[in-house]
């Protein structure tokens, strides 16, 4: 199924986009130099607008790092893993391309590493710009092109950006279309991991901008690439006790021959972006814009360690596509000496994914026998039991924030505004036995094809708020800031989630013939209301350097479980101290920033599955943790070398106990017996350490300017999955092995030319991020999959600039 809005039309879009300014060329074949934004400031100086306004980073009161157009380009980044990597304070979990779920400082419990979209919201945002991106299931995957910088934003930022900030917001700031010169560039880049066939892929970038006129400018980047594979199918037998149709003991046994393929998990993306600036005059600037990105996946990105060394056993087709689209208008202007800022933004995206989900079946005959096995075709005949997992995801997102500020000259400084979010997310997954008319666990689902289990959901998410955060400079070099915001949210689920059985239950009511839903079986709505704040003060003790603290909540809001019986889950809090000095030394030339926190996380959201539930997870508030770190990051610049780096370290942590779900649905901490994961438990995904360091010398060449530069990411091991085994007290999943992975590259520019040779995870180490499973980690827990970094990737990229 495509989304509506489709391959062609996004296409048509963007190519006419790049037509129509194909004309105004010949306007200025010598196009005047535009001065830029920091021709008057430090070279070495970022600006940022963290705060939603511009200052420079080494002002901001917040830990923060910042990845500057210069820096993504000099580490190849392409994607999310490629700069996750290069920020301590993020980790993340994942299945594969757009399967991210991504937190900061440890503020993880892993709740939604399973995939489910009917449970809570993500603790982290993306934004585009002005505009979020992130939705219910977390935020795709863009590929970064013509981007100015990335900005980390961890602890709480509530105030400024909402609930879906609870443990920090990650911004992609775009480059903006540019009224006062022409501007192009052509970017080719070729890579091999030399695995063999599949293992090659490339990347074409280009973007352009054209002065349309003294007051508008059209800004346009179209991009394809091809990531290949690393992860090879090798042959494999399964065999399943299972019972023939006169109750009989039957081994059934097949071969994933038909799908054996080497390096499978090839990806290609393609997409573009375009952004019209208009200056209506000298106070007023308005630019629509629009982002469309297409994306097919093949095989898995998990190996099984168990078959070997990115090796698995496959033996149903895996396959994925994710299409999305981001349509958005910001409009800046001034009333008064006053700034009014007005953000809107539509996003639609659609997901689908089939996977192998031949491990539930698997584990569900080792531990409940082999009914789960039994399966008949229309003749009586047994039939394979492999389940094949299909999940159709439908997201939308409707955001609009209008906010006013006061100028920035004052000794007083405000921002305040209205924000507005609708989200939505129709979820269709559906359990598969390929050619099954009834079974020992009954026929299939009705209106859902050969589904064993189907799930027909539609969930609308709400957020209403007004926020407002001001400054006062109490003395010349000692400034105080406050912000809050008030916010109402309006969460609802409906839909059907069950067996065959359920179908037939009193408790769901019947639908229309014509309605895709087989029976409505709940329908729920929950509301929440309260405020997130923040407060800071911040002393300048010199030009060079700035000492902060803050105090800041973040919140998240609770939802509605599908499963009967079962109450909504309510918001859970985090609590966040931090205190942080920000330097610069030599001359600025060494800038060195530090940063101690402790947060309180309150209410953990926790996916858990309760007694009888066939491994369906509901959302329960588990309990409290506790995080403590450190991070921090430095530059150091001299003549032509430079030496950068940052790292994090990080004590997370249950103060409370999780507990089991008794026969009642709900957590039993009175029994010892029911203890989940006692006090003091690491939480999981995020390393105790992690860190990276570049180095890096620039030296000319005759009239070339080249450059060689080595960077080294280290990562300590993590903790895979939260709760323990209830019968050993033991890990349900093995905890992740600590890495370190060496990256290298050289290259020149010559002129408007460049070129450059990398090599990426230079002694192909085999990092392991995560250990996921296909259903609940309880049951198939021994037949996790290892999520890894790419393997030794070697690459040559050449570009061209105007």
């Not at 009333?335 to 539509?346: C, F, P, R, V």
């Not at 309510?570 to 330097?583: F, H, Q």
């Amino acid at each position: 199924m495509r989304s509506s809005f489709g391959r062609s039309t996004a296409f048509i879009l963007l190519a006419s986009t790049s037509v129509l300014a194909t004309p105004a060329l010949a306007q200025s074949t010598t196009p005047a130099k535009t001065p830029a934004a920091t021709d008057n400031v430090d070279a070495n100086e970022i600006i940022v607008t963290a705060q939603k306004r511009s200052q420079s980073l080494q002002d901001v009161p917040i830990s923060i790092q910042a990845l500057t157009g210069t820096s993504l380009k000099d580490h190849q980044v392409a994607d999310f893993s490629d700069y996750a990597a290069l920020l301590p304070s993020v980790s993340y979990q994942s299945y594969g391309p757009g399967q991210s779920q991504i937190y900061f400082r440890g503020v993880s419990s892993g709740a939604n590493a399973n995939g489910s979209h009917s449970g809570p919201q993500p603790t982290s945002a993306m934004y585009v710009d002005e505009v979020p991106l992130t939705t219910i299931g977390g935020a795709p995957d863009m590929h970064v092109y013509d981007v100015a910088r990335v900005e980390a934003l961890s602890g709480p930022q509530g105030t400024l950006y909402g609930a879906s900030s609870l443990s920090g917001t990650l911004r992609v700031i775009t480059n903006q279309p540019n009224p006062n010169r022409f501007e192009a560039s052509f970017d080719a880049t070729g890579t091999t991991l030399a695995k063999g066939a599949n293992s090659s892929g490339g990347t074409i970038e280009g973007m352009i901008n054209v002065p349309l006129s003294e007051r508008i400018a059209l800004r346009t980047s179209m991009f394809y690439e091809r990531d290949g594979g690393y992860i090879s199918n090798t042959l494999g037998t399964r065999s399943y006790d299972a019972y023939d149709i006169n109750g009989n003991p039957v081994t059934l046994t097949y071969t994933n021959a038909k799908y054996v393929k080497k390096n499978f998990n090839d990806v290609e993306t393609w997409g573009g972006r375009a952004a019209l600036g208009i200056d209506l005059d000298d106070n007023w600037t308005v630019t629509p814009s629009i982002i469309y990105q297409n994306q097919t996946s093949h095989g898995t990105f998990l190996f099984d360690p168990k078959v070997g060394d990115l090796q698995v056993h496959d033996f149903t087709p895996d396959y994925g596509t994710d299409e999305w689209y981001q349509a958005a208008l910001t409009i800046k202007g001034k009333i008064g000496s006053w700034d009014l800022t007005y953000a809107g933004g539509y996003f639609e995206r659609q997901t689908d994914l089939t996977q192998d989900y031949s491990y539930y079946t698997v584990s569900y005959v080792d531990n409940y026998g082999p009914s789960y096995a039994s399966y008949y075709d229309g003749n009586g005949n047994n039939v394979d039991p492999t389940q094949v997992y299909r999940g159709i995801d439908k997201y939308s997102k409707l955001s609009q924030e209008v906010r006013i500020s006061s100028p920035s000259e004052n000794r007083w400084h405000l921002i305040a505004g209205l924000f507005y979010e609708r989200q939505t997310d129709k979820i269709h997954a559906d359990y598969i036995v390929p050619g099954f008319t009834d079974s020992l666990l009954g026929p299939p689902v009705p209106k859902c094809g050969d589904d064993i289990f189907c799930t027909r959901v539609y969930r609308v998410d709400r957020d209403y708020a007004a926020f407002a955060d001001g400054s006062y400079d109490i003395l010349d070099n000692l400034t105080l800031d406050a912000g809050i915001r008030y916010f109402k949210t309006k969460n609802s689920l409906g839909g059907f989630s069950g067996f065959a059985g359920t179908v037939s239950s009193a408790s769901c009511t019947p639908t229309a013939a014509s309605d895709p839903v087989p029976c409505t079986l709940f329908d729920f709505t929950t509301k929440d209301s309260g405020e997130t704040h923040k407060v800071s003060l911040t002393w300048k003790m010199t030009p060079d350097a700035m000492l902060y603290g803050t105090y800041s909540t973040g919140y998240r809001p609770g939802g509605i479980n599908r499963r009967a019986g079962v109450p909504p889950y309510r918001p859970d809090t985090l609590s966040n101290y931090e205190i942080g000095v920000k330097t610069q030394w030599l001359d600025r030339h060494l800038t060195i920033n530090l940063t101690a926190f402790q947060e309180e996380w309150h209410d953990i959201q926790f996916g858990l599955a309760a007694f009888g539930s066939n491994g369906v997870i509901s959302t329960y508030n588990a309990g409290n943790a506790r995080i403590k770190g450190l991070e921090g990051d430095f530059s150091l610049r001299m003549s032509g070398f430079s030496l950068s780096g940052s790292a994090t370290y990080i004590d997370a942590y249950l103060t409370t106990p999780f507990c089991q779900i008794d026969t009642n649905g709900l957590p039993n901490c009175t029994d010892p017996n029911y203890i989940a994961t006692p006090a003091g438990t690491k939480l999981p995904t995020q390393p105790d350490f992690k860190g990276n360091l570049t180095a890096r010398y620039d030296f000319p060449v005759g009239s070339a300017n080249a450059f060689v530069q080595g960077t080294l990411n280290h990562q300590s091991g993590t903790r895979s999955y939260l709760t323990v085994d209830p019968y050993s007290g033991g890990e349900v999943l093995p905890n992740t092995q600590g890495f370190t992975s060496a990256d290298f590259s050289l290259g020149m520019n010559y002129g408007t030319w460049k070129w450059s040779l990398f090599l990426t995870n230079a002694f192909d180490e085999r990092g392991v991020l995560s250990l996921n499973t296909v259903c609940v980690p309880s049951l198939c827990g021994a037949y996790a999959r290892a999520y890894p970094i790419k393997p030794r990737t070697l690459g040559l990229s050449i570009g061209y600039k105007y």
